[in-house]
């Protein structure tokens, strides 16, 4: 009799919730056991950290650990790390890399590192009663929390402002502190939420035992406490240049002149400032490669991406972070992306390969690797529109896609060699792979 719903799952042993969920839930549980287990890291020590991240883990999900070799950022070397799914992102990024290896790198220079925490509260008195005690409070606040903030002061952080934001015309009744930080080469989340909440529990107090507040004044409601993702301020950008006539040869190629290819690479990123569709597109893009160094890194790629959408969106319409101009002989491609990113803390030091990761990169501080991420997202971004103003990218996504293809087809080494020399010249579709296999094993 099957059993599809539990209760104390996560009390069960490993070997339990496997044998539970193959049990109840697979096709084929002796495959699902055996499949699962086979995926568990052979060092034992290693494995009990990587469950330690999460709740009911079962096994490991693989995805591949590439290098982009070639990424000269600010006039140092990179072979960077990514983590990645899509067969074309490291070709394309490793492409761009070493496009711009030549033509004096990618720069990168962090605009700012500042991250917000807000404390939504509710308080029933006068406004300006609110703003008249604001500084008591604000004080009350910071005293509350030194035993929190005094490892991060002495490493150049800490809390660096707390604001009062009324927003009683929007909600009735509804306050917000707005607190900002400085987490030094920590992403810092943890940090942070632990003084919002303990802002919460001062705010509570201030109001409960303040001879200042009225009995009337006493009740506040604070209905959550928790940083946000939206950091406009923790700022890099990224940019590269060189003459338009670098792109001679990709032009050729292409069948064009390079300051044609120039002008409708410009117009393409044009386009993906005016039409969300695009840029949503086009921004995809440029996560193809932060994305791709935030996972190697052990960072919070949900968190980067949030911010960067949001920020993206700033003046009302979502439009593509990434910009390009053409003056004079010079072609000049640059992205502004906000990344909260850390260096310590977190999975950075726990994740075997992140911190692999963090020493193949020469260990950097929070604002290298900001750096780091950001010229990986522009190189991506350049690759992409290069491809789609010129050959379109199905061209090199199929090629890249076909040992995806050939796997899922069942297809030998050799079959695999011969489908490599046929689909140099013939393009790469599902079913011109199947056709060509199908053709192979008759003859
Ligand atoms: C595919 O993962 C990413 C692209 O669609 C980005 C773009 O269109 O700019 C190629």
């Known amino acids: 009799m099957k059993s599809t719903t539990i209760s104390g799952f996560s009390k069960l042993t490993k070997t339990q919730k496997i044998a539970w969920l193959a049990e109840n839930f697979a096709s084929d549980p002796a495959a699902t056991t055996a499949g699962l287990a086979s995926w568990q890291h052979?060092?034992?020590?290693?494995?009990?950290?990587?469950?330690?991240?999460?709740?009911?883990?079962?096994?490991?999900?693989?995805?591949?650990?590439?290098?982009?070799?070639?990424?000269?950022?600010?006039?140092?070397?990179?072979?960077?790390?990514?983590?990645?799914?899509?067969?074309?992102?490291?070709?394309?990024?490793?492409?761009?890399?070493?496009?711009?290896?030549?033509?004096?790198?990618?720069?990168?220079?962090?605009?700012?590192?500042?991250?917000l925490g807000q404390v939504h509260f509710i308080w029933k008195g006068e406004p300006s009663r609110l703003k008249a005690i604001f500084p008591a409070i604000r004080e009350r606040l910071l005293a509350n929390c030194a035993d929190l903030t005094a490892n991060m002061q002495k490493?150049?952080?800490?809390?660096?402002?707390?604001?009062?934001?009324?927003?009683?015309?929007?909600e009735p009744f509804y306050y917000q502190l707005r607190a900002s930080f400085e987490t030094c080469d920590s992403m810092g989340a943890n940090f942070i939420n632990s003084i919002l909440e303990r802002f919460g529990d001062a705010l509570n107090r201030f109001f409960t035992e303040s001879k200042e507040i009225s009995d009337t004044e006493r009740d506040v409601e604070v209905v959550m406490a928790i940083l946000s993702n939206y950091t406009p301020q923790?700022?890099?950008?990224?940019?590269?240049?060189?003459?338009?006539?670098?792109?001679?040869?990709?032009?050729?190629?292409?069948?064009?002149?390079?300051?044609?290819?120039?002008?409708?690479?410009?117009?393409?990123?044009?386009?993906?400032?005016?039409?969300?569709?695009?840029?949503?597109?086009?921004?995809?893009?440029?996560?193809?490669?932060?994305?791709?160094?935030?996972?190697?890194?052990?960072?919070?790629?949900?968190?980067?991406?949030?911010?960067?959408?949001?920020?993206?969106a700033r003046d009302g319409q979502y439009r593509s972070l990434s910009s390009c101009t053409i003056y004079g002989e010079m072609f000049r491609f640059e992205l502004t992306v906000p990344l909260a990113l850390g260096t310590v803390g977190g999975l950075t030091a726990l994740h075997p390969l992140a911190k692999q990761s963090l020493d193949l990169l020469g260990n950097p501080s929070a604002q290298e690797l900001m750096c780091i991420a950001a010229a990986v997202g522009l190189a991506q971004n350049f690759a992409a529109v290069r491809s789609l103003v010129t050959t379109g990218i199905q061209h090199g996504h199929m090629?890249?896609?076909?040992?995806?293809?050939?796997?899922?087809?069942?297809?030998?080494?050799?079959?695999?060699?011969?489908?490599?020399?046929?689909f140099g010249i013939h393009a790469v579709s599902f079913s011109g792979v199947r056709a060509f296999l199908e053709a192979q094993r008759a003859s």
């Not at 490493?155 to 929007?170: P, S, V």
């Not at 890099?236 to 290819?261: C, K, N, Y």
């Not at 890249?400 to 046929?422: D, P, Y």
């Open 399 to 422: 090629k890249m896609h076909l040992t995806n293809i050939l796997n899922h087809l069942g297809a030998s080494e050799l079959e695999a060699s011969a489908a490599a020399v046929h």
């Open 234 to 312: 923790c700022l890099v950008h990224a940019w590269a240049e060189t003459p338009i006539a670098s792109f001679d040869d990709v032009a050729r190629q292409a069948g064009m002149v390079a300051p044609e290819l120039a002008e409708r690479f410009a117009l393409a990123v044009r386009i993906a400032r005016i039409d969300p569709y695009r840029a949503t597109t086009h921004n995809k893009g440029i996560y193809n490669g932060i994305d791709a160094v935030v996972m190697a890194t052990g960072n919070d790629f949900r968190a980067v991406e949030a911010c960067g959408h949001a920020f993206a």
């Open 42 to 115: 052979p060092d034992a020590g290693v494995q009990r950290v990587i469950d330690g991240f999460t709740e009911n883990a079962v096994s490991n999900f693989v995805l591949p650990y590439s290098i982009a070799p070639n990424f000269r950022i600010n006039d140092r070397i990179y072979a960077v790390p990514l983590v990645i799914e899509e067969s074309s992102v490291v070709a394309a990024a490793s492409a761009a890399a070493k496009f711009w290896l030549d033509r004096g790198g990618i720069h990168a220079r962090v605009l700012g590192t500042v991250k």
């Open 155 to 170: 490493r150049g952080g800490g809390i660096l402002d707390i604001e009062l934001l009324d927003f009683t015309e929007l």
